[in-house]
């Protein structure tokens, strides 16, 4: 090998020689120390070259010299000492060494190492397109002290290739307070080609949610080798105060000796052998890099932690202090004022206000609404029972009257004590401060104080250990009453959180980022609500220190909680007990109402097929639903009528799971959406709550202190799935918290399945189940919904299948109205045998068989399948029955005409032969017009006709016929025929 590298020399110099009079002869500035490429026997050479940047020739090449074995490293604050004898030596002062690797922990801006990529995975309930994604916020964003990641509309990667040449080590410094989950991967490029960290789950690992104030640290093993380590967030869009995934610092080991030290930058300083740089304190600096220490500011400036220069000290104003109150003795008090803690203004300028002098008595100021002045001068809530409007002493209520708690805060001339102020510093790995100076009372409302910095946030926390159990107004447990006002400049964003915490996680129910001045009321629907804590951050800028944004409140007010005073006494709802036993509550699904015969208050449950909206009120349910057995909630207990037809979908009153078709990430990843839902949660019975379906989000690691999983519970959830070799599901979203009702051919339902590109027919049967959310979001401000579409179709098999619409993005086309087609036998009416017609056989051998063939909507089960029956028959087919019946009738019809005309014919031949018989005067003459054959003398009467049944018979049929023919009736008289 020494021969081979010999050789190699000998060469370069022929070459440099050679084009050594186009390119100058380096000098010693131009070159430097450096390291061959470890060999098969982990041995390298030191060589003197120029450096990258410089073009020039080496005249007289310094020969090579063995250097170290590639395994050697230096502890943290030394470093190789290259162009010496190659052995480690301390960092000097204003520098400093990891030893063996690197470390990020400055983020003024994203190191030129990182990458950020979209992987194409959408993080809230936007249909957004790849190209959108990739347009999107930054997940990582650089915050000066800290590298936040940001959960945005579409997550994006982060990600570091490095190269270790020894076993090494990644080390990261991180706070997690996400709902979502946060994971870094580390991976090897020399096995393989590395995906996206959803793509590919190798040396994944978790980093689990903080369960304290401070940073958390993460240590994972690295192999030898090139490297890709990739941060990302999973889970869905909830930026919040309380929901933060901050890294203060990455730092990788492994990569071999460090041939030089960092130098600290601005704002930071070190001592020899320093393994890190020290932030400069408050009020001082450093203004050049590789600083050995830091300078204090003049009298008259100041300078925020880790700054590099001092700024002025601005005039004084009343923002720069606040005012204590001393305790209430015999109704009179004093106040003392005093500068905030952090006070950085000047208050020898002359345009600076003047700290106001301490003392002085006056008068107390009013307790709270449900207050009440005690003995030794503070205020204290009413007792169980009382009321007082904080003016007055607390009273007892009266019968027939209730005391309902609540915390309420509009007085502010000293710090309520029911509120409980702090901070959040998050370049102190979010650890919280009770300061009092965080908010200033102002006397009608209470602000945010200038002694919180840019990028920390000014907290108000309001404990409540829960609501009471009894409800306001049917589904609400608890209000929130806020009146305040928030300036916020444009050019310097800041954010207001308002948020609750119960006994899973601390979640958002409002935020704000602009300047407005508002009354807002947020509506608790469950009792478990512990804290509602208010945070704001003036500045999203860490140079900002002197932002001018603020937040102020004049009102407070927590309605319904288990402590605290009451305000008022209210009426309450008297059941048969007797007047003086006190208040008792209507119960679940009943309202109330007045007795007309006593007049009295009384509870009264809701009518069928009618709920209790509030204490009062009974609203109906939607069409094809019924109440629950409380009168709570609409349901639909499967069965139903429509046209004539009856339904029975009680075999899919279950639990139902639909997957949705993979889709990918902009890497080719694949995941997909599973839908779950529940259609006849009313055919449980016994069951006040219908029950309801659930999705989870196995992706956190809340799971392993809490002990279970995040789970969304609604009667229609959506949940992302993940590949892995365990299912990983992510992002589980309620998509129905309400039945709203289920109708039949509903026209506007069948149009949306069409516009999505569902094909349905005109004559098909559909039945549509549609849900609602009513909790409103900025994309669907009506909320969100769902329509579950059956379609009667007796060619499908088992349950038959599901589909979502082909023409929108996971089951939507436009972000709020959600549809999921299924198809299936178990959707038609129930059948019965009239609903079959009756398929007869030809007739063989005196015997035909009977089948049975189904109407359109009714399936060709086995059962009717199998259906026959064998009748008795005879060779005349019913046609030729019919024939043979027909020509017997008209054969019978046309006898019975020519006897009618038979007869007739007879009667007319024997009348005109009577009449020529019977004749006076000549022969062949007629008689007169005054005579008649017959004499009226004749004693008898002569009777014509047939002396038969048939002729009575035809005579009566012949009767009517007879008078109208124009000849008159005549009477034969005698016994005998007179003589010619």
Same mark, same amino acid.
């Given at each position: 090998?020494?021969?081979?590298?010999?050789?190699?020399?000998?060469?370069?110099?022929?070459?440099?020689?050679?084009?050594?009079?186009?390119?100058?002869?380096?000098?010693?500035?131009?070159?430097?120390?450096?390291?061959?490429?470890?060999?098969?026997?982990?041995?390298?050479?030191?060589?003197?070259?120029?450096?990258?940047?410089?073009?020039?020739?080496?005249?007289?090449?310094?020969?090579?010299?063995?250097?170290?074995?590639?395994?050697?490293?230096?502890?943290?604050?030394?470093?190789?000492?290259?162009?010496?004898?190659?052995?480690?030596?301390?960092?000097?002062?204003?520098?400093?060494?990891?030893?063996?690797?690197?470390?990020?922990?400055?983020?003024?801006?994203?190191?030129?190492?990182?990458?950020?990529?979209?992987?194409?995975?959408?993080?809230?309930?936007?249909?957004?397109?790849?190209?959108?994604?990739?347009?999107?916020?930054?997940?990582?964003?650089?915050?000066?002290?800290?590298?936040?990641?940001?959960?945005?509309?579409?997550?994006?990667?982060?990600?570091?290739?490095?190269?270790?040449?020894?076993?090494?080590?990644?080390?990261?410094?991180?706070?997690?307070?996400?709902?979502?989950?946060?994971?870094?991967?580390?991976?090897?490029?020399?096995?393989?080609?590395?995906?996206?960290?959803?793509?590919?789950?190798?040396?994944?690992?978790?980093?689990?949610?903080?369960?304290?104030?401070?940073?958390?640290?993460?240590?994972?093993?690295?192999?030898?080798?090139?490297?890709?380590?990739?941060?990302?967030?999973?889970?869905?869009?909830?930026?919040?105060?309380?929901?933060?995934?901050?890294?203060?610092?990455?730092?990788?080991?492994?990569?071999?000796?460090?041939?030089?030290?960092?130098?600290?930058?601005?704002?930071?300083?070190?001592?020899?052998?320093?393994?890190?740089?020290?932030?400069?304190?408050?009020?001082?600096?450093?203004?050049?890099?590789?600083?050995?220490?830091?300078?204090?500011?003049?009298?008259?400036?100041?300078?925020?932690?880790?700054?590099?220069?001092?700024?002025?000290?601005?005039?004084?104003?009343?923002?720069?202090?606040?005012?204590?109150?001393?305790?209430?003795?015999?109704?009179?008090?004093?106040?003392?004022?005093?500068?905030?803690?952090?006070?950085?203004?000047?208050?020898?300028?002359?345009?600076?206000?003047?700290?106001?002098?301490?003392?002085?008595?006056?008068?107390?100021?009013?307790?709270?609404?449900?207050?009440?002045?005690?003995?030794?001068?503070?205020?204290?809530?009413?007792?169980?029972?009382?009321?007082?409007?904080?003016?007055?002493?607390?009273?007892?209520?009266?019968?027939?009257?209730?005391?309902?708690?609540?915390?309420?805060?509009?007085?502010?001339?000293?710090?309520?004590?029911?509120?409980?102020?702090?901070?959040?510093?998050?370049?102190?790995?979010?650890?919280?401060?009770?300061?009092?100076?965080?908010?200033?009372?102002?006397?009608?409302?209470?602000?945010?104080?200038?002694?919180?910095?840019?990028?920390?946030?000014?907290?108000?926390?309001?404990?409540?250990?829960?609501?009471?159990?009894?409800?306001?107004?049917?589904?609400?447990?608890?209000?929130?009453?806020?009146?305040?006002?928030?300036?916020?400049?444009? !050019?310097?964003?800041?954010?207001?959180?308002?948020?609750?915490?119960?006994?899973?996680?601390?979640?958002?129910?409002?935020?704000?980022?602009?300047?407005?001045?508002?009354?807002?009321?947020?509506?608790?629907?469950?009792?478990?609500?512990?804290?509602?804590?208010?945070?704001?951050?003036?500045?999203?800028?860490?140079?900002?220190?002197?932002?001018?944004?603020?937040?102020?409140?004049?009102?407070?007010?927590?309605?319904?909680?288990?402590?605290?005073?009451?305000?008022?006494?209210?009426?309450?709802?008297?059941?048969?007990?007797?007047?003086?036993?006190?208040?008792?509550?209507?119960?679940?699904?009943?309202?109330?109402?007045?007795?007309?015969?006593?007049?009295?208050?009384?509870?009264?449950?809701?009518?069928?097929?009618?709920?209790?909206?509030?204490?009062?009120?009974?609203?109906?349910?939607?069409?094809?639903?019924?109440?629950?057995?409380?009168?709570?909630?609409?349901?639909?207990?499967?069965?139903?009528?429509?046209?004539?037809?009856?339904?029975?979908?009680?075999?899919?009153?279950?639990?139902?799971?639909?997957?949705?078709?993979?889709?990918?990430? !902009?890497?080719?990843?694949?995941?997909?959406?599973?839908?779950?839902?529940?259609?006849?949660?009313?055919?449980?019975?016994?069951?006040?709550?219908?029950?309801?379906?659930?999705?989870?989000?196995?992706?956190?690691?809340?799971?392993?202190?809490?002990?279970?999983?995040?789970?969304?519970?609604?009667?229609?959830?959506?949940?992302?799935?993940?590949?892995?070799?365990?299912?990983?599901?992510?992002?589980?979203?309620?998509?129905?918290?309400?039945?709203?009702?289920?109708?039949?051919?509903?026209?506007?339902?069948?149009?949306?399945?069409?516009?999505?590109?569902?094909?349905?027919?005109?004559?098909?049967?559909?039945?549509?189940?549609?849900?609602?959310?009513?909790?409103?979001?900025?994309?669907?401000?009506?909320?969100?919904?769902?329509?579950?579409?059956?379609?009667?179709?007796?060619?499908?098999?088992?349950?038959?299948?599901?589909?979502?619409?082909?023409?929108?993005?996971?089951?939507?086309?436009?972000?709020?109205?959600?549809?999921?087609?299924?198809?299936?036998?178990?959707?038609?009416?129930?059948?019965?045998?009239?609903?079959?017609?009756?398929?007869?056989?030809?007739?063989?051998?005196?015997?035909?068989?009977?089948?049975?063939?189904?109407?359109?909507?009714?399936?060709?089960?086995?059962?009717?399948?199998?259906?026959?029956?064998?009748?008795?028959?005879?060779?005349?087919?019913?046609?030729?029955?019919? !024939?043979?019946?027909?020509?017997?009738?008209?054969?019978?019809?046309?006898?019975?005409?020519?006897?009618?005309?038979?007869?007739?014919?007879?009667?007319?031949?024997?009348?005109?032969?009577?009449?020529?018989?019977?004749?006076?005067?000549?022969?062949?003459?007629?008689?007169?017009?005054?005579?008649?054959?017959?004499?009226?003398?004749?004693?008898?009467?002569?009777?014509?006709?047939?002396?038969?049944?048939?002729?009575?018979?035809?005579?009566?049929?012949?009767?009517?016929?007879?008078?109208?023919?124009?000849?008159?009736?005549?009477?034969?008289?005698?016994?005998?025929?007179?003589?010619?």
């Amino acid at each position: 090998m020494k021969f081979t590298l010999i050789i190699c020399i000998i060469l370069a110099e022929s070459f440099f020689g050679e084009v050594g009079g186009q390119i100058p002869e380096c000098t010693e500035s131009d070159l430097h120390y450096t390291y061959t490429e470890c060999d098969a026997d982990k041995s390298r050479w030191r060589v003197y070259v120029p450096k990258s940047s410089t073009k020039c020739y080496v005249g007289s090449p310094k020969p090579p010299v063995q250097g170290p074995p590639c395994d050697k490293s230096c502890d943290a604050g030394r470093y190789l000492d290259v162009a010496g004898d190659q052995d480690c030596i301390d960092c000097p002062a204003g520098t400093y060494s990891v030893g063996n690797g690197v470390r990020y922990d400055q983020w003024d801006s994203l190191p030129k190492e990182f990458t950020v990529v979209s992987n194409g995975l959408r993080l809230s309930l936007k249909s957004l397109s790849k190209a959108q994604c990739e347009a999107s916020v930054d997940t990582w964003v650089a915050q000066g002290p800290y590298l936040e990641g940001v959960p945005s509309d579409c997550n994006k990667d982060l990600s570091i290739t490095t190269e270790l040449i020894t076993d090494g080590s990644l080390t990261i410094r991180y706070r997690n307070t996400l709902d979502m989950l946060g994971i870094v991967q580390v991976k090897s490029l020399c096995q393989s080609t590395a995906k996206s960290v959803l793509g590919d789950f190798e040396g994944i690992t978790p980093l689990k949610k903080s369960k304290s104030s401070g940073f958390d640290i993460t240590e994972i093993d690295m192999k030898p080798g090139k490297n890709k380590i990739t941060f990302s967030l999973l889970g869905l869009n909830s930026a919040a105060p309380g929901n933060k995934f901050i890294i203060q610092s990455i730092e990788i080991k492994g990569m071999g000796f460090s041939t030089e030290c960092t130098p600290c930058k601005p704002g930071f300083y070190s001592s020899i052998g320093s393994s890190h740089c020290t932030r400069c304190g408050a009020n001082t600096y450093a203004p050049l890099s590789r600083s050995v220490s830091c300078k204090d500011c003049k009298e008259d400036e100041f300078s925020p932690p880790g700054a590099k220069e001092c700024k002025p000290r601005p005039p004084c104003t009343e923002s720069d202090y606040y005012a204590s109150i001393a305790p209430c003795v015999n109704g009179t008090t004093y106040e003392t004022y005093q500068w905030l803690d952090n006070k950085y203004c000047n208050d020898k300028h002359a345009d600076s206000v003047i700290l106001p002098k301490s003392g002085g008595s006056k008068e107390c100021p009013s307790c709270n609404p449900g207050e009440s002045l005690a003995d030794d001068g503070t205020c204290e809530y009413c007792a169980e029972g009382q009321a007082s409007d904080g003016s007055q002493p607390c009273e007892s209520c009266p019968i027939g009257t209730e005391a309902r708690k609540s915390k309420t805060f509009i007085h502010f001339d000293v710090m309520p004590s029911g509120l409980y102020p702090g901070c959040i510093k998050l370049a102190d790995g979010g650890s919280f401060c009770d300061k009092q100076s965080t908010w200033v009372p102002k006397g009608d409302y209470i602000q945010v104080s200038d002694d919180i910095r840019a990028l920390d946030f000014a907290v108000l926390n309001i404990n409540n250990s829960h609501f009471a159990n009894r409800t306001l107004d049917g589904r609400v447990y608890g209000k929130l009453v806020i009146r305040f006002n928030l300036t916020c400049d444009p !050019a310097d964003p800041c954010i207001f959180y308002l948020m609750q915490e119960d006994s899973v996680e601390l979640r958002v129910v409002g935020s704000w980022n602009a300047t407005t001045t508002t009354v807002y009321m947020h509506n608790f629907t469950s009792p478990d609500v512990k804290l509602i804590s208010i945070a704001f951050r003036k500045s999203s800028k860490a140079a900002n220190y002197l932002s001018s944004n603020t937040l102020s409140i004049s009102e407070l007010r927590l309605i319904n909680t288990v402590s605290g005073g009451a305000t008022e006494c209210t009426p309450c709802v008297l059941g048969s007990s007797a007047a003086g036993e006190g208040c008792h509550s209507c119960a679940v699904g009943e309202i109330v109402v007045t007795n007309n015969v006593t007049n009295k208050k009384v509870c009264k449950k809701c009518p069928a097929n009618y709920i209790a909206q509030d204490s009062f009120t009974c609203i109906p349910c939607g069409p094809g639903l019924v109440n629950n057995e409380d009168h709570t909630m609409c349901v639909s207990d499967c069965q139903f009528a429509y046209d004539g037809m009856k339904f029975d979908l009680s075999s899919l009153s279950g639990a139902q799971t639909f997957a949705g078709a993979n889709m990918f990430t !902009a890497d080719g990843t694949t995941f997909h959406h599973n839908f779950n839902f529940v259609l006849c949660s009313g055919a449980t019975k016994g069951l006040s709550k219908p029950p309801h379906v659930t999705c989870i989000n196995n992706a956190t690691i809340d799971s392993y202190y809490r002990g279970k999983e995040d789970t969304v519970s609604s009667l229609v959830c959506r949940e992302t799935i993940l590949p892995a070799e365990s299912v990983l599901s992510i992002q589980p979203t309620s998509l129905g918290d309400w039945l709203a009702n289920v109708t039949v051919n509903n026209q506007i339902d069948r149009k949306l399945l069409k516009e999505g590109g569902t094909n349905i027919h005109d004559d098909e049967l559909s039945i549509h189940f549609k849900y609602v959310t009513y909790l409103p979001t900025d994309n669907c401000p009506q909320g969100i919904s769902t329509v579950v579409t059956l379609i009667c179709d007796t060619r499908e098999v088992d349950n038959g299948s599901m589909a979502l619409p082909p023409k929108c993005y996971g089951g939507t086309c436009d972000g709020c109205t959600y549809q999921i087609r299924w198809r299936t036998k178990l959707a038609c009416p129930k059948c019965d045998d009239s609903h079959y017609e009756r398929i007869v056989g030809q007739c063989e051998g005196g015997q035909q068989t009977v089948r049975y063939m189904p109407d359109k909507y009714c399936p060709m089960t086995e059962e009717i399948r199998n259906r026959q029956s064998v009748e008795k028959c005879t060779l005349l087919t019913l046609p030729i029955k019919i !024939a043979v019946a027909s020509t017997t009738l008209v054969v019978l019809l046309l006898f019975l005409c020519a006897v009618c005309c038979w007869k007739r014919s007879r009667k007319l031949e024997y009348k005109y032969m009577r009449l020529v018989e019977g004749a006076q005067g000549k022969p062949g003459e007629l008689p007169a017009a005054q005579t008649c054959a017959w004499s009226d003398d004749d004693e008898e009467d002569v009777n014509v006709g047939f002396k038969t049944k048939g002729d009575q018979l035809f005579g009566k049929l012949t009767s009517k016929k007879d008078k109208n023919e124009g000849f008159e009736k005549i009477k034969l008289v005698g016994g005998r025929l007179p003589e010619i």
